[in-house]
């Protein structure tokens, strides 16, 4: 780049506009660049882009724990029972429900599959629960269960995308990245953003779940480990030693603040930020994933083994995360697509998953977290009512699922919406994940329509130009 000269010219040349275009068109360039990036919070006079931040209004959640179950759970086996359904099991369903009818893999007028497994009532409320979930149907007085989501998309990959950045495309932040966009973090030496992914098998839609997408990529989430070190490369090399490496970080750290303050890219304030955060977590991180110092009985309510990998392990460790201040924690547990063995997998699925997720609801409440921390549970589409796979398997299915929520505003004991009586679409409180998305922000504090970025020309927003909060959810 070429450099500005140090002196005003003077005679005929003296302030001509070719001068100042060529001359001073770089450092007026940055001082514009840096005066937009400051008034967003993001340019060089804020070194700290992840520090506290006021949302638009006073928020009923703080945190946020998303138990992300990809793949699919099926609905008709676990929350919406439905007794037509099994009453015209093996039988071809109606013309006139097909109509205009996509399936992702089987031919959509295979015979119906009725459930495979028996519902009770459960809790005051007296919601209906499947008998593969026992911990579940015992906090159902402190959950809302809304049997009527839809979505967009009918294959693994575009539908998580979806799930997670309100679009199919990738390139979209994530919904975590857009919280701690909005709302900074309270954890000063931890991550704002912490993903794990305990299944047998990674997220269809890769890390896009958790990236930053166009926003500066301070926001993205960070990938933690299930064994040995939460982040790699967390240790000293040997011969590096704590007064060496904090004097290394210095030195580069001030190479890094002249440079951001003379170009104000956000890049360089994540740069110094991750740096500076990889110095603390070598101490806060080890501490902790060692849940051996939690008490017997919580590890007992989890489910939990110290040192032994595991989805109770993980969620644990969710709740020592907001704790500790950590603001949006996704836990991916990728093993729910049952094409076939469906009873076998469910049930499967069900025991390694189902305590953990009811004992971070009750550990949450009785450590009085919960008012503040939203919990979401769901997967990113549903189970076709036709069977796949011979006698015992389910396709993907967009038009009806089932997700749960608690705390954080959300209005505890409530079934929410419902599908027709074979469990194919929802006939009453259809949500959308836009509308999801749109309530989640608005728990947080946010108006989602004006939590924006502007990128490439224009502002852009976790829902796009869709969403609406969806009332009948809060408390």
């Given at each position: 780049m070429k450099r500005m000269k140090n002196s005003i010219p003077t005679g005929s040349d003296a302030l001509s506009r070719r001068w100042f275009i060529e001359q001073c068109g770089v450092g007026m360039g940055a001082l514009a660049l840096n005066h937009l990036l400051s008034s967003s919070g993001y340019g060089a006079t804020q070194e700290n882009p992840l520090a506290p931040k006021k949302p638009h209004f006073a928020p009923k959640a703080k945190n946020v724990i998303f138990l992300f179950m990809g793949g699919a759970p099926s609905h008709l086996e676990m929350f919406d029972n439905k007794p037509q359904l099994a009453k015209f099991d093996g039988t071809l369903p109606p013309p006139e429900l097909l109509k205009g009818y996509r399936a992702a893999f089987i031919n959509p007028n295979s015979k119906l599959l009725g459930p495979k497994f028996k519902f009770a009532r459960y809790g005051q409320s007296g919601v209906e629960i499947s008998e593969l979930l026992p911990h579940t149907s015992a906090i159902?007085?402190?959950?809302?269960?809304?049997?009527?989501?839809?979505?967009?998309?009918?294959?693994?990959?575009?539908?998580?995308?979806?799930?997670?950045?309100?679009?199919?495309?990738?390139?979209?932040?994530?919904?975590?990245?857009?919280?701690?966009?909005?709302?900074?973090?309270?954890?000063?030496?931890?991550?704002?953003?912490?993903?794990?992914?305990?299944?047998?098998?990674?997220?269809?839609?890769?890390?896009?779940?958790?990236?930053?997408?166009?926003?500066?990529?301070?926001?993205?989430?960070?990938?933690?480990?299930?064994v040995g070190d939460p982040v790699l490369y967390l240790s000293n090399p040997r011969g590096v030693?704590?007064?060496?490496?904090?004097?290394?970080?210095?030195?580069?750290?001030?190479l890094n603040r002249m440079r951001l303050d003379t170009v104000g890219d956000p890049e360089i304030s994540t740069r110094i930020n991750s740096f500076e955060m990889a110095f603390k977590m070598q101490k806060s991180a080890p501490e902790l994933i060692d849940i051996s110092n939690e008490p017997k009985h919580i590890l007992e309510l989890y489910g939990a083994e110290p040192g032994k990998p595991s989805f109770a392990n993980t969620v644990l460790m969710a709740r020592r995360l907001v704790e500790r201040g950590v603001r949006f924690v996704q836990i991916h547990h990728e093993v729910w697509d049952q094409h076939g063995n469906l009873v076998r997998d469910l049930k499967l699925n069900c025991q390694e998953t189902d305590q953990a997720c009811a004992a971070l609801v009750r550990d949450l409440k009785q450590r009085g977290m919960l008012k503040d921390t939203l919990v979401i549970w769901g997967g990113e589409f549903g189970r076709t009512p036709m069977v796949q796979g011979g006698s015992d398997g389910r396709d993907h299915h967009p038009n009806a699922f089932t997700m749960w929520l608690a705390g954080g505003g959300i209005k505890p004991g409530?079934?929410?919406?419902?599908?027709?009586?074979?469990?194919?679409?929802?006939?009453?409180?259809?949500?959308?994940?836009?509308?999801?998305?749109?309530?989640?922000?608005?728990?947080?504090?946010?108006?989602?329509?004006?939590?924006?970025?502007?990128?490439?020309?224009?502002?852009?927003?976790?829902?796009?130009?869709?969403?609406?909060v969806v009332d009948k959810l809060m408390a």
């Open positions: 159902v007085d402190d959950i809302a269960i809304v049997k009527s989501m839809v979505t967009d998309a009918f294959n693994h990959a575009p539908a998580q995308l979806m799930m997670h950045t309100g679009s199919m495309i990738f390139g979209r932040p994530s919904i975590g990245s857009w919280a701690t966009y909005g709302l900074g973090s309270e954890a000063e030496d931890l991550p704002a953003f912490v993903v794990f992914s305990t299944g047998r098998k990674g997220p269809s839609n890769g890390n896009s779940g958790w990236g930053s997408g166009f926003l500066p990529t301070v926001y993205q989430g960070v990938q933690f480990r299930n030693d704590e007064t060496l490496q904090r004097d290394s970080l210095d030195t580069i750290s001030k409530l079934v929410m919406g419902e599908t027709d009586e074979l469990g194919f679409n929802v006939v009453s409180d259809r949500v959308h994940v836009h509308d999801l998305h749109a309530t989640i922000m608005h728990l947080l504090g946010f108006d989602h329509e004006k939590l924006t970025y502007r990128f490439q020309g224009r502002d852009f927003r976790l829902t796009d130009v869709h969403g609406l």
